[in-house]
């Protein structure tokens, strides 16, 4: 069963800071991919990811394949950035979701 | 933009009710997935459907759920005689190609009294 890990757990951020969560899984996968979840409940896809680095806006998304780890980072960060980051592997046989990183920015 | 569409929004249940959980899939996509997170927990996988049968199921879909795509444009999840621990929100999404970017739903909030 693969693990996904994130950190750090709870992040707080003034505005404008960068700002980086962690992601790690102990079993290959064939893509990672950074969701958003809103207050509300509402999930976005941000990125998917099967090798390299993907930017979108003040998003980036890192990945490596042999270190099982994946970043995303969120320049100039603002507070409508506030929400839980989701990171998930998908393998055959399912998707395997970290439990998320609630990121507060403060204006 | 194009949107995956759940229906309802909010269902509220009897214990051992069975309920259907209604998603429109964007209408290119050729992969579909539910997913549930019980408050407070994680997000889980709970199945895949391509070309109309389950491509991957994870431990939680048992013979208590059932999927369904009933004409061409519904995804359904059936959840048979449903129970307390049932109570969570569900996601639908989908997909063009099944690596590539996913769109979700916006759930709906199901609570088994």
């Known amino acids: 069963k693969n693990e996904v890990e994130q950190s750090p757990q709870n992040l707080t951020a003034q505005e404008g800071e960068f700002i980086t969560i962690n992601c790690s899984y102990s079993?290959?996968?064939?893509?990672l991919h950074w969701l958003q979840q809103h207050p509300g409940g509402g999930i976005v896809s941000l990125f998917m990811?099967?090798?390299g680095k993907k930017k979108h806006g003040r998003l980036i998304a890192t990945i490596n394949i042999q270190e099982k780890h994946s970043s995303l980072h969120i320049t100039a960060s603002h507070p409508r950035d506030s929400a839980v980051y989701i990171c998930?592997?998908?393998?055959?046989?399912?998707?395997?979701f970290g439990t998320g990183t609630s990121l507060t920015v403060i204006p | 933009e194009p949107e995956v569409t759940q229906t309802p929004s909010h269902q509220v249940t009897q214990m051992g009710q069975e309920v259907i959980l209604r998603c429109v899939p964007i209408?290119?996509?050729?992969?579909f997935y539910w997913y549930r997170q019980i408050l407070g927990q994680k997000v889980e996988f709970l199945v895949s459907f391509y070309n109309n049968e389950i491509s991957e199921k994870s431990e939680i879909f048992d013979d208590q759920f059932s999927v369904e795509r009933p004409d061409g444009s519904n995804f359904t999840l059936k959840i048979r005689s449903t129970k307390l621990e049932d109570s969570a929100m569900y996601f639908c999404?989908?997909?063009?190609?099944?690596?590539?970017?996913?769109?979700f739903g916006s759930g709906t909030r199901l609570t088994v009294v």
């Open positions: 209408s290119n996509h050729l992969y």
């Open positions: 998930a592997g998908n393998e055959f046989g399912g998707f395997y």
């Open positions: 990811l099967s090798s």
């Open positions: 079993v290959g996968i064939s893509a």
């Open positions: 999404a989908s997909s063009d190609s099944g690596n590539y970017g996913y769109t």
